[in-house]
């Protein structure tokens, strides 16, 4: 029983398995400089770690399209910080207060990340906040692709943070 | 085309196109004329014309040719119903009027009638709510994506082209 359920296990991994590695993360983050002084009352102490990954367009062995992670070189850019990060990496990103007393309840400005790879390939991805407990189903960079879920009511007063991945795809 | 030809064009519309909407075309060419610094990924643009008959009844044409700029970007001959690749633009504080690139504007043409089209570039997004019930039984609903709006790209929305009545 035990070798039938360790075969049948392997097989799902197996079949959920990336076709090609990721890269492996350090574990300390790489910190950010903000740019501007005033909007520094709506940060609340702490920071959410967010991991940057690059990828690049592949085949796989059977000829379907995949996306391969490599490293690259990634720069933030927002109203308020920026930051390079050698991609995959941690960025500690600042949380940001919601209340009405701030215009937009306070939502931080979204943040462009650029990144590059030794071979010349770029690409791009804008990262949004979203309210603590707050999850993105299909992603959040692309206009129209929002999908949001969670409890109302976290969404409403918990603070802004920014999502905890970003994948950059560069060709 | 005379005025007649175009009414009997609308009645036809009128008459096979209640039902389904016609299909889009390929993408039309989009020229970049200026590239701004906060030009980003592309977003389609979707537009559809219309005739209004004598009852104000609306009804789609198609055919009806559009060429539009902004100053930025030029969209060549798109014919209804079409769409069009034209980029997004990022927001914020940092850039000029926080980015907003300029109105779309040009005409639409069918049958020897044009009308003039402005297109102004939002950053609006349909409000996705979320709702939680507590344990008291009350029901909370939070609107979410629209708070986004001040953060995320200006696109052109898709846009509907009316042909007045014709007289």
Same mark, same amino acid.
């Given at each position: 029983m035990k070798k039938t359920l360790s075969v049948a296990a392997a097989a799902v991994l197996g079949g959920c398995a990336a076709p090609f590695p990721t890269l492996e993360v350090p574990d300390a983050p790489v910190g950010v400089s903000f740019v501007?002084?005033?909007?520094?009352?709506r940060v609340v102490q702490g920071t959410t770690e967010t991991t940057v990954r690059a990828f690049v367009k592949a085949r796989t062995q059977d000829g379907k399209d995949a996306s391969r992670e490599v490293p690259a070189t990634c720069t933030l850019a927002s109203d308020h910080i920026r930051g390079t990060v050698p991609a995959p990496r941690k960025v500690a990103l600042p949380k940001y207060d919601q209340t009405?007393?701030?215009?937009?309840?306070?939502v931080p400005p979204s943040i462009l990340f650029t990144c590059k790879d030794a071979e010349g390939r770029s690409g791009t991805a804008l990262l949004t906040a979203n309210p603590r407990q707050v999850s993105t189903v299909t992603g959040n960079?692309?206009?129209?692709?929002i999908v949001l879920a969670g409890t109302a009511a976290a969404a409403a007063t918990a603070n802004w943070r920014y999502d905890p991945a970003v994948r950059v795809v560069m060709e | 085309m005379t005025r007649g030809a175009f009414a009997a064009l609308a009645a036809l519309a009128f008459a096979v196109g209640c039902d389904s909407a016609p299909d889009l075309g390929a993408p039309s060419r989009v020229d970049v004329i200026s590239r701004a610094e906060n030009q980003y990924q592309t977003r389609d643009m979707v537009i559809r014309a219309y005739v209004t008959d004598a009852a104000g009844k609306e009804a789609e044409v198609t055919g009806a040719r559009c060429t539009l700029s902004s100053g930025l970007v030029r969209v060549r001959s798109?014919?209804?119903?079409g769409v069009a690749k034209v980029p997004t633009y990022l927001q914020g /504080?940092?850039? /000029?009027?926080?980015?907003k690139p300029p109105a779309l504007t040009g005409t639409c043409s069918v049958n020897g009638r044009s009308t003039p089209v402005r297109i102004e570039a939002t950053s609006a997004v349909r409000n996705t709510s979320v709702q939680s019930t507590s344990q008291s039984g009350t029901t909370t609903s939070t609107r979410l994506t629209s708070r986004l709006s001040p953060t995320l790209p200006w696109y052109y929305p898709g846009t509907r082209v009316v042909f007045g009545a014709a007289k």
């Open positions: 501007t002084q005033p909007t520094q009352h009405s007393e701030f215009e937009g309840r306070g960079t692309v206009v129209g692709l | 798109l014919v209804t119903p /504080a940092r850039f /000029a009027n926080r980015g």
